[in-house]
């Protein structure tokens, strides 16, 4: 089986390092009284920045993020042991803003010891999917999980900014133990 897998908030808990460092810079930077938005995943949504406070974040400030974030639970023993079961493992990533995407996203995945065919830097998933022929892919994000479930099933990892997606492909977890069993029992 050709599995695709998202990275941020799907292997690593992304979101409360992210949100850390969204608040320090927008109460010690930005210092224009904005509230964060509570169900935000991303520097896109968390605040209503500028596209230069954004971009500045990104640049300067989201290498930073990448360093604190830890591994989800079990994630490293799962994808191993679904490569050893032969399923190939792609990683795709929507991390096409940040500099240098490809090598910060294998640093992260040498630091958490995950295994993995090919690493993927692109935004539309949908198309990768159909591209190469992915048979299920992990997700969190909204905008993935609806438009990529139309196609294959989709493993959601479920959270408050993602709880309106619900359909028949569409499969939420709360953790890489139930993946495991998710994938042993997948018939394509």
Same mark, same amino acid.
């Given at each position: $089986?050709?599995?695709?897998?998202?990275?941020?908030?799907?292997?690593?808990?992304?979101?409360?390092?992210?949100?850390?460092?969204?608040?320090? *810079?927008?109460?010690?930077?930005?210092? #224009?009284?904005?509230? $964060?938005?509570?169900?935000?995943?991303?520097?896109?949504?968390?605040? &209503?920045?500028?596209?230069?406070?954004?971009?500045?974040?990104?640049?300067?400030?989201?290498?930073?993020? /990448?360093?604190?974030?830890?591994?989800?639970?079990?994630?490293?023993? @799962?994808? #191993?042991?679904?490569? %050893?079961?032969?399923?190939?493992?792609?990683?795709?990533?929507? #991390?096409?803003?940040?500099?240098?995407?490809? %090598?910060?996203?294998?640093? $992260?995945?040498?630091? *958490? =010891?995950?295994? *993995?065919?090919?690493?993927?830097?692109?935004?539309?998933?949908?198309? /990768?999917?159909?591209?190469?022929?992915?048979?299920?892919?992990?997700?969190? &994000?909204?905008?993935?999980? =609806?438009?990529?479930? %139309?196609?294959?099933? @989709?493993?959601?990892? %479920?959270?408050? *900014?993602?709880?309106?997606?619900?359909?028949?492909?569409?499969?939420? @977890?709360?953790?890489?133990? &139930?993946?495991?069993?998710?994938?042993? =029992? /997948?018939?394509?």
């Amino acid at each position: $089986m050709r599995i695709g897998i998202d990275v941020d908030n799907t292997i690593p808990d992304t979101l409360p390092v992210l949100k850390k460092y969204c608040k320090e *810079y927008n109460d010690n930077v930005i210092k #224009r009284n904005l509230t $964060m938005n509570e169900k935000g995943f991303a520097v896109a949504n968390l605040y &209503e920045w500028t596209e230069e406070e954004k971009m500045y974040f990104i640049n300067n400030i989201y290498p930073k993020v /990448f360093e604190d974030v830890e591994a989800k639970k079990n994630v490293s023993t @799962v994808i #191993r042991k679904l490569k %050893e079961n032969g399923n190939n493992i792609y990683i795709i990533t929507a #991390r096409t803003k940040i500099q240098s995407p490809y %090598e910060i996203t294998q640093q $992260m995945l040498k630091r *958490y =010891n995950i295994v *993995y065919d090919e690493i993927i830097v692109q935004k539309d998933k949908k198309q /990768f999917c159909i591209d190469n022929n992915i048979d299920i892919l992990i997700d969190d &994000e909204p905008q993935n999980i =609806n438009s990529v479930s %139309e196609i294959i099933p @989709v493993i959601a990892f %479920e959270y408050i *900014y993602n709880q309106e997606c619900n359909g028949k492909n569409i499969i939420k @977890v709360q953790n890489w133990t &139930e993946i495991s069993d998710i994938i042993k =029992n /997948f018939k394509k």
